[in-house]
């Protein structure tokens, strides 16, 4: 069996959505140089609160990459609120999974993901539910350090 699904080679080598949007209206960058993953998402909004665009750039692994390009293909044209939900272990399953020692990089998606959002509420005063949202991720846990 091979360590990495298809889907996950497949956004690895083809990765989704990469780039900077210039004056995006949430930004939200997680990751630890320790533990070698760094993630920044960008995100434009338009006035109904949907996903126009969303961008990528991640330093790190392919996991990490193949994560980011798949987590921008889901939220890409959903609402905030349905961005808000998407989860690390969604991210894994519509990359028919990632190896256990790998699945940080979904956490990173689905954190840096929640910190643009974030990003983008706090720049224009919406009120939001802190415990929605990430605090600082801690490596830790997921790497070994």
Known sequence: MALYSEKVMDHFRN???VGVIE???GVGEVGNPV???IMKI???INDDQIIDDVKFETFGCGSA???SSMATELIKGKPLDEALKLTNKAVTEALDGLPAHKLHCSVLAEEAIKKAVKDYYDKNGIEYDESKFPKDHDCEHCCGV
Request: aromatic share 6%; proline share 7%.
């Open 15 to 17: 990765p989704r959505n």
């Open 65 to 67: 990459i193949a994560s």
């Open 23 to 25: 004056n995006a209206d």
């Open 35 to 37: 533990c070698g993953d």
């Open 42 to 44: 960008y995100l434009k």
